[in-house]
C-alpha cells in the first residue's frame, strides 16, 4: 500500500496473533507496506513466543505506549470480552488513532472492535490482501494457506480454511 493511501485508510493497529502467525508461516513481509502500531503488551508477548519476528528486515513496527486516558467503552468491553492487555490496548490504540484498522485473529477481539465502530482483519485477510496487492500469485497463497494446520499456532477451522482455498481457486481459476 503506497504511504498516502495508508493515510487514507488510518493507521494498522497490530494484536500479537498475527505478527506470530505470519512470522511462523513466513509472510511477516506482507506487512512491509505498513508502519504498523504495536502496543507495548503486544510488543512484550510477541517477543516471548516469537522472539525472532521483530528481528525481520523490511517491516518498520512502531512501538507505541497507550495514552493514559483510557477509553471506558474500551475497559468495559474488555470485561465482557475477556480480552488480555495487548487485545485492550491495541482497541485503545484504534480508538486514539480514528480510523485505524486493528490487525488481529482473536474472534472476542473482532467482536469488541465491531462494538466500537473499528475495521478489524487478520492473519487470512492479510493473506488475501496480498493477492490483490501482487505481492503473491494465488497459488503462493494457497499454498500458505494450507500450511498453516502443520506450521502455525493459529486456530482456524478446517472445514473453513478449506471453504477459502477453494474461494481462491475459484477466483482464479485454479
Known sequence: MEKTEQALIGRLVLDAGPIIHL???GCLNLLSDFEPLVPESVWKEVEHHRPSAFKKTGVSFIKTTVGT???ERVHILSHAFNLDAGEK???SLCIQ???SILLTDDTAARLA???LNIRSHGTIGILLRAI????????EVIRFLEQ???TST????????NEIIDVVKKEHSL
Open 148 to 150: 498453516i494446520p502443520s
Open 97 to 99: 488513532h480514528p480510523g
Open 69 to 71: 486516558e483510557k477509553a
Open 23 to 25: 512470522d511462523e508461516i
Open 89 to 91: 490496548e491495541a482497541l
Open 132 to 139: 490483490r496487492r501482487n505481492q503473491l500469485k494465488p497459488i
Open 113 to 115: 472492535a465491531k462494538s
Open 154 to 161: 493459529l486456530f482456524i477451522k478446517k472445514s473453513f480454511l
